[in-house]
């Protein structure tokens, strides 16, 4: 975790000598007794703040460590497409309907030695209807009335744009390859759909552990 030291500003200021004077000297003893008077209260001064003369400068030593405990998205999972296949209207013959979910991945590589686990969340724009569909993208020739649903390793949904609060993690091995295994899928979210085209864009985003 990442700690900001924070540093507030001192200001130095010099008070400005004051040019009104309220002692007058009316007789030459009564000069000699203030006088001495400012020589002893000078002297006083002097010696009470003699001991700041003695601090001296304190140096603080601040040490810490980053560890390595992230990884690196591999090549093939930087821009892929996943191709959710024809499908026939037909199947979307209620809503929640789903075509059968089509397989891709992420892989990590390479990992860091201290790294343990990960948060895999996805972000997009999310479907009017279902908002934990990734929603179709629109256009003359495009399919309407489904979303795009995305699966974990278990298949079971992982909503779009959820908080990290909400996501899970999933263990890594540390200084190795590590692949992350999910599924996507389409899902009616109003009868009839309409035939078209399907195209959906969303981007993932990893929190390491």
Same mark, same amino acid.
């Given at each position: 975790?990442?700690?900001? +030291?924070?540093?507030? %500003? ?26 001495? $008077?400012l020589?002893?209260l000078?002297?006083?001064? @002097?010696t009470?703040? &003699? %001991?700041a ?5 304190? !140096? ?11 990884? $690196?998205? *591999?090549?093939?999972?930087?821009? @892929?497409?996943?191709? +959710?296949?024809?499908? *026939?209207a037909?199947?979307f ?5 789903? $075509? /059968? /979910? ?10 860091? $030695? ?7 969340? @996805?972000?997009?724009? *999310? ?7 990734l ?7 495009? &399919? &309407? ?6 699966l ?5 949904? +992982?909503?779009?744009?959820? %908080?990290?609060?909400?996501? !899970?993690?999933?263990?890594?091995t ?5 692949? +992350?295994?999910?599924y996507?899928?389409?899902? *009616?979210?109003?009868? %009839?759909v !309409? ?9 993932? !985003?990893?929190? @390491?552990?």
């Amino acid at each position: 975790m990442a700690r900001t +030291l924070s540093a507030w %500003p001192i200001t130095v200021c010099r008070r400005r000598a004051s040019s009104r004077r309220s002692v007058s000297f009316r007789s030459r003893a009564a000069k000699e007794i203030m006088m001495r $008077t400012l020589q002893y209260l000078l002297g006083a001064l @002097f010696t009470l703040g &003699a %001991p700041a003369a003695l601090a001296a400068d304190s !140096t603080i030593a601040i040490s810490g460590y980053v560890r390595d405990n992230a990884c $690196t998205v *591999a090549g093939e999972s930087k821009d @892929f497409t996943v191709d +959710l296949q024809d499908n *026939a209207a037909k199947q979307f013959y209620a809503v929640g309907a789903t $075509t /059968p /979910p089509v397989p891709f991945r992420i892989v990590l590589s390479p990992c860091g $030695t201290s790294v343990t686990a990960v948060k895999v969340g @996805f972000t997009g724009v *999310a479907d009017s209807v279902n908002t934990s569909l990734l929603k179709l993208d629109a256009g003359t020739s495009a &399919a &309407a009335g489904m979303g795009v649903e995305i699966l974990d390793q278990q298949q079971s949904r +992982l909503p779009v744009n959820a %908080p990290s609060s909400t996501m !899970t993690w999933t263990t890594l091995t540390p200084g190795q390859t590590n692949i +992350l295994n999910f599924y996507a899928r389409l899902m *009616a979210t109003q009868v %009839p759909v !309409t035939a078209g085209h399907v195209n959906a864009t969303a981007t993932f !985003t990893l929190e @390491f552990q």
